[in-house]
Nanobody, 121 residues
Framework: QVLIVESGGGLVQAGGSLRLSCAVFGSIFSSHNDMGWFRQAPGKQRELIARISSSESTEYAGSVKGRLLISRDNAKNTIYLHMISLKPEDTAVYYC??????????????WGQGTQVTVSS
């Protein structure tokens, strides 16, 4: 079984900061896998906002660039998302995943439950 567990979300005022964590279990996490963070706001499609490669190169969506930092700790099978200067439009459920976006085994897609981030005005 592959298990993805996101944590660290919560309620924060605009301009505040949060650090999200994603612990993964099973075959999903390795130094050869690209990992990333998605988010889904109510009524919107889930979107990839940050990703990190096995060589630790990173990419960010334009809407969050400059306010997020993705990192990985292979020894702990964990990736992180440091968020600063949060805005109300950042309110969403945040999910962790891996290539091929989502991670899939024998036709089964794996997603965690996500962690809720709510940013108040």
């Amino acid at each position: 079984q592959v298990l993805i567990v996101e944590s660290g979300g919560g309620l924060v005022q605009a301009g505040g900061s949060l650090r999200l964590s994603c612990a993964v279990f099973g075959s999903i996490f390795s130094s050869h896998n690209d990992m990333g963070w998605f988010r889904q706001a109510p009524g919107k499609q889930r979107e990839l906002i940050a990703r990190i490669s096995s060589s630790e190169s990173t990419e960010y969506a334009g809407s969050v660039k400059g306010r997020l930092l993705i990192s990985r700790d292979n020894a702990k099978n964990t990736i992180y998302l440091h968020m600063i200067s949060l805005k109300p439009e950042d309110t969403a459920v945040y999910y962790c995943n891996a290539d091929p976006w989502p991670y899939t085994i024998n036709g089964r897609e794996y997603w965690g439950q996500g962690t809720q981030v709510t940013v108040s005005s």
